[in-house]
C-alpha cells in the first residue's frame, strides 16, 4: 500500500498558501474546482448539514459545505464527468441539483433555487477545510456527536431557529 502523500494532511497547509484562492478536485482528477476568494481562511466560512440527504451524499454522519458565491468558483471538467442527481426528496419540497464524478463518484457542488447566487460546494475535495461557521439540520444530530465550539447550531434551516440543546455561541 502506498504511503500517503505529506500533501494529503491539512496541517501541512499554511494559510498563507491559500491567499489568492484553493484548488481541489475529485479522487480520478477529472474535476478541479477552484475557488478564487483572498479571504476563504480568515473567517469562519463551512457549514455543515445533518439532513438525511446530505448525509447520504457525502456517505457520512454529516455533509462538510462550503457555500460561496458562484462568480468566485471555476469547475473544469476534463474528462466530461460531471453529472447531474436531481433531488426532489427533500424536506423543504425544493429539488437540489447535486452533482458528482460519474468516474470515481465523489461528490462535487449542490445547487437549487433557494441558493440563488450560491453554490455548495463539497469540502472533502480541497486541500484545507475553511471552519465551520454554523450547522443546519442541528435536530437531526445523532446523540454521540459533540457540538462544535464557535458554531451556531440551527434546528433545521440555516439562519432560521436555533437549536435549543446547542450551546450559546
Known amino acids: 500500500m502506498p504511503e500517503p502523500s505529506p500533501s494529503s494532511d491539512p496541517k501541512s497547509h499554511p494559510d498563507s498558501e491559500f491567499a489568492q484562492g484553493m484548488t481541489g478536485a475529485c479522487n480520478c482528477g477529472s474535476i478541479t474546482v477552484t475557488i478564487k476568494d483572498p479571504n476563504l481562511f480568515t473567517t469562519r466560512r463551512g457549514h455543515i448539514c445533518h439532513c438525511l440527504n446530505c448525509r447520504k451524499?457525502?456517505?457520512s454522519y454529516a455533509?462538510?459545505?462550503l457555500a460561496i458565491e458562484k462568480e468566485k468558483v471555476t469547475i473544469e471538467d476534463r474528462n466530461g464527468t460531471l453529472k447531474?442527481?436531481?433531488d426532489s426528496g427533500t424536506m423543504s419540497g425544493t429539488p437540489?441539483?447535486?452533482w458528482f464524478c460519474s468516474t470515481c463518484g465523489n461528490p462535487i457542488k449542490s445547487e437549487s433555487s433557494v441558493t440563488g447566487p450560491m453554490v455548495i460546494l463539497k469540502t472533502g475535495?480541497?486541500?484545507r477545510i475553511p471552519a465551520p461557521e454554523s450547522e443546519s439540520f442541528g435536530?437531526?444530530?445523532h446523540a454521540w456527536e459533540p457540538f462544535i465550539p464557535?458554531?451556531?447550531v440551527y434546528k433545521i434551516a440555516r439562519g432560521k431557529e436555533k437549536l435549543e440543546d446547542a450551546?450559546?455561541?
Open 84 to 86: 447531474e442527481y436531481n
Open 167 to 169: 450551546p450559546e455561541v
Open 150 to 152: 464557535g458554531v451556531t
Open 139 to 141: 435536530a437531526h444530530r
Open 96 to 98: 437540489i441539483g447535486r
Open 57 to 59: 451524499t457525502s456517505g
Open 125 to 127: 475535495i480541497f486541500p
Open 63 to 65: 455533509a462538510s459545505n
